[in-house]
């Protein structure tokens, strides 16, 4: 069973600050995929990851895949304000159909 | 492309009434997903389509609950009948699987079962 697993589930942190979120997964997967979700609204694709050592950036985001240790990151730099959302990771098994499952996602206020 | 169309936004019924929550996925999309959203629970998949073709829907929570994609571009989750449990958020998604699973969003149903 696909298990996908993201820390913290929560995370207050000062405007100014860096800090990294963590998603790791049970199965090989080399595709993995970020999301953000304001309150009230639905997820919007962030960043799709698609083979080991794989590094985007987006702004003061950025996302690294390392396949061999199934662990996915998501850093944040000098955090603003409207950074505040709930981010998810999501992995998806070719083997079963391209089945896509999430994190329980990781609650991000940045406090000015 | 006006992206996955979900009806209703909001949907508010009585326990043990039957229903029927819809989707358009994104034109030339080939898989479909049905998530559901809960404070306790987080995000779960419910069942999802390849082809218009039911992959797996072991997420589905029980039998009240049923899912139909006539075609490739509608989708169907029904509940019959409701109990105050379901009440959440029903997100569909949409992709284009041909290595990449990136998923689209609809904006979801909040549906609350009194």
């Known amino acids: 069973e696909l298990k996908v697993e993201q820390n913290p589930l929560f995370l207050s942190m000062q405007e100014g600050k860096n800090y990294t979120i963590y998603c790791n997964y049970s199965t090989t997967s080399d595709r993995l995929y970020w999301y953000r979700q304001d309150p009230g609204k639905s997820l919007e694709s962030l960043f799709v990851?698609?083979?080991?050592?794989a590094v985007k950036q987006e702004g003061r985001l950025m996302a690294s895949l390392d396949t061999k240790a199934r662990l996915s990151t998501l850093h944040i730099t000098a955090a603003v304000h409207d950074l505040s959302a709930t981010y998810f990771c999501?992995?998806?098994?070719?083997?079963?159909?391209?089945?896509?499952?999430f994190g329980a996602g990781t609650i991000l206020r940045v406090k000015s | 492309d006006a992206g996955v169309i979900q009806s209703p936004r909001h949907e508010v019924t009585e326990m043990g009434q039957e229903v029927t929550l819809r989707c358009k996925p994104i034109?030339?999309?080939?898989?479909l997903f049905w998530y559901r959203q809960t404070m306790m629970r987080g995000l779960e998949l419910l069942i999802y389509f390849n082809n218009n073709v039911p992959i797996d829907d072991s997420g589905m929570p029980e039998d009240r609950f049923s899912a139909k994609m006539p075609n490739a571009s509608f989708s169907t989750l029904k509940i019959q009948p409701s109990e105050p449990r379901d009440s959440a958020v029903y997100f569909c998604?949409?992709?284009?699987?041909?290595?990449?699973?990136?998923?689209?969003f609809g904006q979801g149903t909040r549906l609350t079962v009194v």
């Open positions: 999501a992995v998806d098994m070719k083997e079963y159909g391209n089945k896509l499952v």
């Open positions: 034109s030339g999309h080939n898989s």
């Open positions: 998604a949409s992709s284009f699987v041909q290595g990449v699973t990136e998923a689209f």
């Open positions: 990851l698609l083979s080991n050592g």
